[in-house]
C-alpha cells in the first residue's frame, strides 16, 4: 500500500491499483469483497480486493449476427443488485443487460433508451432500478414485471448524467443533467416535485446527498471545475468548492470519516473536509483522467482512463510516522487484460463423469465456487464446467478494429465520452 499521512486524525492506505481500459462505472457487493467495474471497452468485470483476482467478467455486446468491435459497446453504468445475485448494465446502445453472476450467464436485456445510458440506480427495497440518459429521460422498471417500464420521468433539457437517492426517504431522488439543473423527484410521480435551475456555469456530471450534523446536504460536481453544496432544508446553495483544474467529473461524501472526495478531468483526486468545506489533500495517482467513484464503509473506488485505483481511508494513525512524511509499505498493480499467452489453459477432470474439460486458469473462480456451491454432486458438476473467458483478447493498435474504435470515438465530438 501507499501510505500517506493527511493530518493526526486520517491516513489514506492505497489499497491496489487495477490497469485495464478505461474505467466508466464501480460499484461494491455489500457482503461479498468485490468491486464491479464497467468499461469503455464493453467488457464488465467482478474483482475480489481481498484475494486480488477477477472474480468472473461479462462482454455486452451481444448483437445478433454482427462481429463484436471493441469500444463500440462502452458500458457507462453497472449496479449489483445483491438480493437477486444480479448484475445490471446500461449501455451505449440504450440497453439495460441483466446478468446472473451466479451461474455466470446472461439474463435478459431490453432497449431502455434511445441513446447513452449514463447511470443506474438499484431501490434498497422495491423491485425497482432508475436509469437515466442522454435522451434526456430518467425512467424506472419493474423486475417483478419482467423489467416492465413504470414512470418516465420528464423535465431535463439536456443529457441526464447522474442520479442518487435521498438516504432519509428513498421514495425520492435527484438527477442532475448538462442543462445546469437539479430535479428532485418522487418515484410516484412523472413531474419534478422541486427544480434548481443554472446551478452551476456549465453542464452538472454528479450528484450525492449527505448527512452533516443530522442535516441532509446534496453536492454536485460539474464541467465549470467546481463543487457546490446546498442545503436542503432551504434548497440553497451553500459553499463552492474550487480546486480542480478542469471538469469535476464525480463526487462522493464520506460522514464517518467527514470527508468529501472529489475526482476530474485534471487527473486529481481531492480529499475535503466535511464540516469545514476546506480543501485537506490533493492525490494524483498516475491514471489519467477520472470517471467515477464509489465508496463501502472505508474503501474508495476510482474509476480513471488507466484503470481502477482503490484506496482507504484508515483512522488508526498510531503507526504514522513522526515527521509526517509518506511511508511506502506496499505498492502492488494487476492487470485485468493480459496478453493471452499469460493465461494458461489448464485441464480439470470432473471427479462424477470423469470427463477432461480445459479452461482459463484464474485462481479466484475455484475458491469462489468452493464458497459459494454447497449443493448436490450434480450441482458441483454443472459449476466446474462453467466455461469462463478472463481474458478479453488484445487488439494491435495498428489493427481495423482498433482504427474502427478511433473513428467511433471522433463521429461524435459533441458527445461527453
Not at 467482478?46 to 455486452?60: A, G, I, N
Request: net charge neutral; proline share 5%.
Amino acid at each position: 500500500m501507499d501510505y500517506q499521512r493527511i493530518d493526526s486524525n486520517f491516513d489514506i492506505n492505497k489499497l491496489c491499483s487495477v490497469q485495464c481500459d478505461r474505467v466508466k462505472c464501480c460499484d461494491f457487493h455489500p457482503s461479498e469483497p468485490w468491486v464491479l467495474v464497467s468499461l469503455f471497452n464493453g467488457f464488465v468485470y467482478v474483482w475480489d480486493y481481498e484475494l486480488k483476482e477477477v472474480v468472473m467478467h461479462f462482454e455486452v455486446d451481444d448483437l445478433p449476427n454482427k462481429t463484436p468491435r471493441i469500444g463500440e459497446l462502452p458500458v457507462r453504468a453497472a449496479k449489483f443488485i445483491p438480493r437477486k445475485g444480479w448484475i445490471v448494465t446500461g449501455s451505449s446502445d440504450g440497453h439495460i443487460r441483466v446478468f446472473d453472476y451466479h451461474a455466470v450467464k446472461k439474463i435478459t436485456s431490453f432497449r431502455a433508451h434511445n441513446d447513452y445510458i449514463r447511470d443506474i440506480i438499484v431501490h434498497p427495497t422495491l423491485p425497482i432500478i432508475l436509469t437515466c440518459a442522454d435522451d434526456m429521460m430518467v425512467k424506472s422498471f419493474n423486475w417483478e414485471k419482467g423489467f416492465g417500464l413504470v414512470t418516465e420521468f420528464s423535465g431535463h433539457q439536456h443529457y441526464v448524467m447522474h442520479m442518487d437517492l435521498n438516504p432519509s426517504n428513498t421514495n425520492l431522488f435527484v438527477s442532475v443533467s448538462l442543462d445546469r439543473c437539479v430535479y428532485f423527484w418522487d418515484l410516484n410521480s412523472p413531474r419534478p416535485i422541486k427544480v434548481l435551475k443554472n446551478v452551476h456555469e456549465r453542464g452538472i456530471d454528479w450528484v450525492t446527498y449527505f448527512v452533516k450534523e443530522g442535516q441532509l446536504f446534496l453536492a454536485t460536481s460539474a464541467d465549470d471545475r467546481s463543487v457546490n453544496i446546498f442545503d436542503l432544508e432551504k434548497y440553497e446553495r451553500v459553499r463552492t468548492l474550487t480546486g480542480h483544474k478542469n471538469n469535476v467529473s464525480a463526487v462522493c461524501a464520506l460522514p464517518e470519516h467527514n470527508l468529501l472526495v472529489s475526482g476530474g478531468e485534471d487527473c486529481k483526486i481531492i480529499l475535503w473536509d466535511i464540516e469545514t468545506f476546506t480543501l485537506k489533500k490533493t492525490l494524483d495517482y498516475g491514471f489519467k483522467r477520472i470517471w467515477a467513484l464509489a465508496h463501502f464503509r472505508d474503501m474508495i473506488a476510482i474509476g480513471c482512463d488507466k484503470g481502477l485505483i482503490m484506496i482507504k481511508i484508515d483512522d488508526n494513525v498510531g503507526n504514522t510516522p513522526q515527521n509526517g512524511s509518506p511511508l511506502l509499505i506496499l505498492k502492488t498493480e494487476f492487470s485485468l487484460q493480459p496478453p493471452l499467452a499469460a493465461s494458461p489453459i489448464v485441464t480439470f477432470i470432473c471427479s462424477v463423469c470423469q470427463k477432461s474439460t480445459e479452461y482459463h486458469k484464474a485462481p479466484a473462480v475455484k475458491q469462489w465456487y468452493q464458497r459459494r456451491v454447497r449443493g448436490t454432486k450434480q450441482q458441483q458438476h454443472e459449476a466446474k464446467h462453467i466455461h469462463l473467458h478472463y481474458h478479453p483478447p488484445q487488439f494491435d493498435p495498428s489493427s481495423t478494429m482498433w482504427k474502427d474504435k478511433q473513428k467511433w470515438c471522433e463521429a461524435s465530438p459533441s458527445k461527453k465520452i
